[in-house]
């Protein structure tokens, strides 16, 4: 008969040892044996295997006796009393004395190795049927932390075998059509990182909500990684772009979110855990730093490329010793199995009123229905279907819960919460770490829970009407003319990567700036021109940079960063701030700074400010943040583009004060458009042909000054018509003259989003781009392709503005 190996060291096993370790012991023992060789640490451990399960069932009967309690359930005994008569026989029967001296022995090795008498241990379950593809629920079995000698680490491990019969298991394996008995357990024994001394986490390597596949996300938060994992706190969020961390670009880490890391997993005083309060400092300072980051990153990529498919892993640092480690890896089970071709969209379609609380968005989606608060799991038949859930954390006893509900809301908890990852496998869609959800929110207001603007979360009033749309991107026809997306919210970028566009005609600085700097630029540089009140909220808003300038760099950096990095490395325009004189009055701070107008729109904006005294100071932080963008943080993908440029002498002077900010016309692939938006722009185009690399038509400000007409103005809104003959004459002859001096044209507006017919008219002309918001880029993708093939056909007739023949506007004739 052959002999039963009960412990194996990590060292010796591997992926193809899933069936008798269970699939969380075979990926430390793929990354021990695997990965070391590219600098991986794996802490060293040892697992029992299926067979010394086995034995333990196999003593006076207890399999027998486990079917029968099954059989109970089967016959209608209530869940919660077979799963407390299963671990309670479990619990009783004894340890098999052969394996109780092999997890002794295995746990002096590791003590032996570690030159101590007694080194603290996790001891973690996995089972056979877990992180498997037709199994992807993890966390279904028990884990304890800062084990500490035999006697501990036995009891220990007789728990986890106890604990494959929790009731959230048997009902999970009910459900999935396991057979109870056909699934082992499998225990792991691992040397403890002293991340109670430091940090911990859980990082993907792409994006958890989007799944975007050219970063990686690092979640982190002071102490055991266990309160990020439970969601008991708001941690750190890291992101990291994939192309630029190999190419070993000076700045890959593209967006840093210091999160509110209120609480801590340490050690208890007598073995296992305890949560304490965190300081204030650890509060506002950084779990991590770049370099750690990197580094994780690093090793992120090394397992991903190693497995094949997209990965969840988490990782601790040791407070002694300052070293790094992994100390699990899964498959990611989500976003790697959406078909990429498929986009499936919400949007609400009826009036909102302010929202009721916010938080961190999960999935995409969008639910409504009655609030029902929550402490504790309770039985189904007390949570109604399609009740929004609203409570402080989850954990694996609140899935049934989870699945009844229509959405969920919970004050606490980050993108890798348990609220988080089940409730993104389940497609229910949630809003985490809203803070004070179960203090506003009370038992039986209705309300609609959205999670469909971006990656903030809102909760509105009322039962609101919404719509979804799912699209088969691989159905959309290809098109000469570019199709390109306007993009103004970085929070939501990366939500449209699967779109085929063809880059990002338009993203706009001052959306950036008046939602993620929210103070005038100026203010953060001559705060001694302010009140007391904005002085005071400027330094609330800066807290933690000395230099706030810095501060407006960061947040302009990152922004742009996460618009160019979700359509690397197709080209993405930039706009610089193009808000006029009263739209920055109202940024904190900004009265002092900006005239009274009377009619801002021709006034003092665009180019005019770029040079001059009152705004030079606040453009120069502008260009500070692009080319760090393009240069430390390597998005060369990112085209400058200038706004309202009236004469060839403020172009020059603009690009002049660019040079000055390092930002060179032709350096470093470096281009510069112009929105072309004055008529002046059209008139001496070939001039402003060599001065910038590209036209982008801005629609209603060229409506606006060819016609004569306030685009604000209700009394003329009839006369405002982008579609006039003398607009679109206009555009024409741009297009003809760009072409002829070999300048890229585009127009980003509204209109072709809302007229096939003036789609129609930008492609008879020629155009290279048309540039969109993205929930129109489908329809004007298929009225783009109609207009090429209408084109192309020699019986069609062309559209009625591509009859006129281009008007010679020079001044030279």
Same mark, same amino acid.
């Given at each position: 008969?052959?002999?039963?190996?009960?412990?194996?060291?990590?060292?010796?096993?591997?992926?193809?040892?899933?069936?008798?370790?269970?699939?969380?012991?075979?990926?430390?023992?793929? /990354?021990?044996?695997?990965?070391?060789?590219?600098?991986?640490?794996?802490?060293?451990?040892?697992?029992?295997?299926?067979?010394?399960?086995?034995?333990?069932?196999?003593?006076?009967?207890?399999?027998?006796?486990?079917?029968?309690?099954?059989?109970?359930?089967?016959?209608?005994?209530?869940?919660?009393?077979?799963?407390?008569?299963?671990?309670?026989?479990?619990?009783?029967?004894?340890?098999?004395?052969?394996?109780?001296?092999?997890?002794?022995?295995?746990?002096?090795?590791?003590?032996?190795?570690?030159?101590?008498?007694?080194?603290?241990?996790?001891?973690?379950?996995?089972?056979?049927?877990?992180?498997?593809?037709?199994?992807?629920?993890?966390?279904?079995?028990?884990?304890?932390?800062?084990?500490?000698? =035999?006697?501990?680490?036995?009891?220990?491990?007789?728990?986890?075998?106890?604990?494959?019969?929790?009731?959230?298991?048997?009902?999970?394996?009910?459900?999935?059509?396991?057979?109870?008995?056909?699934?082992?357990?499998?225990?792991?024994?691992?040397?403890?990182?002293?991340?109670?001394?430091?940090?911990?986490?859980?990082?993907?390597?792409?994006?958890?909500?989007?799944?975007?596949?050219?970063?990686?996300?690092?979640?982190?938060?002071?102490?055991?990684?266990?309160?990020?994992?439970?969601?008991?706190?708001?941690?750190?969020?890291?992101?990291?772009?994939?192309?630029?961390?190999?190419?070993?670009?000076?700045?890959?880490?593209?967006?840093?979110?210091?999160?509110?890391?209120?609480? %801590?997993?340490?050690?208890?005083?007598?073995?296992?855990?305890?949560?304490?309060?965190?300081?204030?400092?650890?509060?506002?300072?950084?779990?991590?730093?770049?370099?750690?980051? %990197?580094?994780?990153?690093?090793?992120?990529?090394?397992?991903?490329?190693?497995?094949?498919?997209?990965?969840?892993?988490?990782?601790?640092?040791?407070?002694?010793?300052?070293?790094?480690?992994?100390?699990?890896?899964?498959?990611?089970?989500?976003?790697?199995?959406?078909?990429?071709?498929?986009?499936?969209?919400?949007?609400?379609?009826?009036?909102?009123?302010?929202?009721?609380?916010?938080?961190?968005?999960?999935?995409?989606?969008?639910?409504?229905?009655?609030?029902?608060?929550?402490?504790?799991?309770?039985?189904?038949?007390?949570?109604?279907?399609?009740?929004?859930?609203?409570?402080?954390?989850?954990?694996?006893?609140?899935?049934?819960?989870?699945?009844?509900?229509?959405?969920?809301?919970?004050?606490?908890?980050?993108?890798?919460?348990?609220?988080?990852?089940?409730?993104?496998? /389940?497609?229910?869609?949630?809003?985490?770490?809203?803070?004070?959800?179960?203090?506003?929110?009370?038992?039986?207001?209705?309300?609609?829970?959205?999670?469909?603007?971006?990656?903030?979360?809102?909760?509105?009033?009322? /039962?609101?009407?919404?719509?979804?749309?799912?699209?088969?991107?691989?159905?959309?026809?290809?098109?000469?003319?570019?199709?390109?997306?306007?993009?103004?919210?970085?929070?939501?970028?990366?939500?449209?990567?699967?779109?085929?566009?063809?880059?990002?005609?338009?993203?706009?600085?001052?959306?950036?700036?008046?939602?993620?700097? %929210?103070?005038?630029?100026?203010?953060?540089?001559?705060?001694?021109?302010?009140?007391?009140?904005?002085?005071?909220?400027?330094?609330?808003?800066?807290?933690?940079?000395?230099?706030?300038?810095?501060?407006?760099?960061?947040?302009?950096?990152?922004?742009?960063?996460?618009?160019?990095?979700?359509?690397?490395?197709?080209?993405?325009?930039?706009?610089?701030?193009?808000?006029?004189?009263?739209?920055?009055?109202?940024?904190?701070?900004?009265?002092?700074?900006?005239?009274?107008?009377?009619?801002?729109?021709?006034?003092?904006?665009?180019?005019?400010?770029?040079?001059?005294?009152?705004?030079?100071?606040?453009?120069?932080?502008?260009?500070?943040?692009?080319?760090?963008?393009?240069?430390?943080?390597?998005?060369?993908?990112?085209?400058?583009?200038?706004?309202?440029?009236?004469?060839?002498?403020?172009?020059?002077?603009?690009?002049?004060?660019?040079?000055?900010?390092?930002?060179?016309?032709?350096?470093?692939? /470096? %281009?510069?458009?112009?929105?072309?938006?004055?008529?002046?722009?059209?008139?001496?185009?070939?001039?402003?042909?060599?001065?910038?690399?590209?036209?982008?038509?801005?629609?209603?400000?060229?409506?606006?000054?060819?016609?004569?007409?306030?685009?604000?103005?209700?009394?003329?809104?009839?006369?405002?018509?982008?579609?006039?003959?003398?607009?679109?004459?206009?555009?024409?002859?741009?297009?003809?003259?760009?072409?002829?001096?070999?300048?890229?044209?585009?127009?980003?507006?509204?209109?072709?989003?809302?007229?096939?017919?003036?789609?129609?008219?930008?492609?008879?002309?020629?155009?290279?781009?048309?540039?969109?918001?993205?929930?129109?880029?489908?329809?004007?993708?298929?009225?783009?392709?109609?207009?090429?093939?209408?084109?192309?056909?020699?019986?069609? =007739?062309?559209?009625?503005?591509?009859?006129?023949?281009?008007?010679?506007?020079?001044?030279?004739?």
């Amino acid at each position: 008969m052959a002999t039963i190996r009960r412990v194996v060291p990590f060292a010796e096993l591997g992926r193809q040892d899933v069936s008798r370790i269970g699939g969380k012991n075979a990926s430390l023992g793929e /990354l021990t044996t695997a990965l070391s060789a590219a600098g991986v640490r794996v802490p060293a451990g040892f697992a029992t295997t299926a067979g010394a399960y086995g034995e333990l069932l196999s003593g006076h009967g207890l399999r027998r006796r486990i079917e029968e309690q099954i059989g109970r359930l089967h016959e209608g005994a209530p869940l919660d009393e077979v799963g407390a008569a299963i671990r309670a026989m479990i619990r009783a029967e004894p340890l098999p004395v052969e394996l109780r001296a092999e997890i002794v022995s295995g746990y002096e090795q590791l003590a032996l190795g570690q030159g101590r008498k007694e080194p603290e241990v996790a001891v973690r379950s996995s089972a056979t049927a877990e992180d498997l593809p037709e199994a992807s629920f993890a966390g279904q079995q028990e884990s304890y932390l800062n084990v500490r000698g =035999p006697a501990q680490l036995l009891e220990s491990c007789h728990r986890c075998y106890a604990s494959l019969f929790t009731d959230r298991a048997i009902d999970y394996r009910e459900r999935m059509g396991f057979d109870h008995l056909a699934v082992a357990l499998s225990i792991g024994v691992q040397i403890m990182v002293r991340s109670d001394r430091a940090g911990a986490g859980v990082l993907f390597t792409l994006d958890p909500e989007s799944g975007f596949p050219e970063v990686i996300v690092v979640s982190a938060a002071w102490g055991l990684g266990e309160t990020v994992v439970s969601g008991q706190v708001d941690p750190d969020e890291y992101t990291v772009f994939k192309p630029g961390l190999k190419d070993r670009v000076p700045e890959p880490v593209i967006d840093v979110r210091t999160g509110s890391k209120r609480q %801590k997993a340490v050690y208890a005083e007598h073995g296992l855990t305890r949560i304490v309060e965190t300081t204030a400092e650890e509060r506002s300072r950084r779990v991590l730093n770049d370099e750690e980051v %990197k580094l994780l990153a690093d090793w992120a990529c090394a397992v991903e490329e190693h497995y094949g498919c997209p990965m969840d892993l988490e990782w601790a640092k040791d407070g002694l010793t300052g070293d790094l480690w992994i100390v699990q890896a899964r498959p990611e089970t989500v976003q790697s199995r959406r078909r990429t071709s498929m986009l499936r969209r919400c949007r609400l379609t009826s009036t909102r009123g302010s929202s009721l609380i916010e938080g961190i968005a999960v999935g995409e989606a969008i639910g409504r229905g009655v609030v029902v608060g929550l402490d504790s799991p309770v039985d189904l038949d007390r949570f109604p279907a399609g009740a929004v859930l609203v409570t402080g954390i989850t954990d694996p006893d609140w899935e049934p819960i989870m699945k009844r509900a229509s959405a969920i809301v919970t004050d606490h908890g980050g993108r890798t919460s348990h609220a988080a990852i089940v409730s993104r496998e /389940l497609g229910v869609p949630a809003v985490v770490g809203a803070g004070r959800a179960t203090e506003l929110l009370r038992d039986g207001l209705e309300v609609t829970v959205s999670c469909a603007e971006g990656d903030r979360g809102q909760v509105y009033p009322g /039962l609101l009407d919404y719509e979804e749309t799912e699209t088969d991107l691989a159905d959309l026809p290809r098109t000469r003319t570019q199709v390109m997306l306007n993009l103004a919210d970085p929070s939501a970028a990366l939500r449209w990567w699967r779109l085929p566009a063809d880059g990002v005609g338009l993203a706009r600085l001052e959306f950036i700036v008046a939602h993620q700097v %929210k103070a005038h630029p100026m203010a953060l540089l001559h705060p001694e021109r302010l009140d007391r009140e904005d002085r005071r909220a400027i330094d609330d808003l800066t807290a933690g940079y000395p230099d706030r300038s810095q501060y407006f760099v960061d947040r302009l950096a990152r922004a742009i960063a996460r618009i160019a990095v979700s359509r690397w490395p197709a080209p993405v325009v930039v706009r610089t701030s193009d808000f006029k004189a009263n739209e920055y009055a109202r940024l904190l701070g900004g009265r002092p700074f900006e005239p009274a107008e009377a009619n801002p729109m021709i006034g003092w904006r665009g180019a005019s400010r770029y040079y001059s005294e009152g705004y030079r100071e606040g453009f120069a932080l502008e260009c500070r943040a692009l080319r760090r963008v393009r240069e430390e943080m390597g998005l060369q993908n990112v085209i400058v583009m200038i706004p309202f440029c009236r004469t060839l002498e403020e172009a020059d002077e603009v690009l002049r004060v660019m040079a000055e900010q390092g930002l060179h016309r032709g350096r470093n692939g /470096l %281009k510069v458009y112009v929105m072309a938006e004055i008529p002046a722009n059209i008139i001496l185009a070939e001039e402003f042909a060599e001065r910038f690399d590209g036209f982008s038509i801005g629609s209603n400000d060229l409506t606006q000054l060819t016609l004569g007409v306030d685009r604000d103005s209700e009394a003329l809104a009839h006369i405002f018509d982008e579609s006039d003959p003398a607009v679109m004459t206009l555009i024409e002859t741009l297009v003809a003259r760009a072409r002829s001096t070999g300048v890229t044209v585009g127009l980003c507006g509204q209109r072709p989003s809302d007229d096939p017919s003036f789609t129609e008219f930008l492609v008879g002309t020629g155009i290279d781009s048309i540039s969109v918001a993205p929930d129109s880029f489908a329809a004007v993708k298929q009225h783009v392709a109609a207009a090429e093939s209408k084109r192309n056909s020699p019986e069609q =007739p062309a559209p009625a503005g591509a009859r006129r023949a281009p008007v010679d506007l020079s001044a030279g004739g």
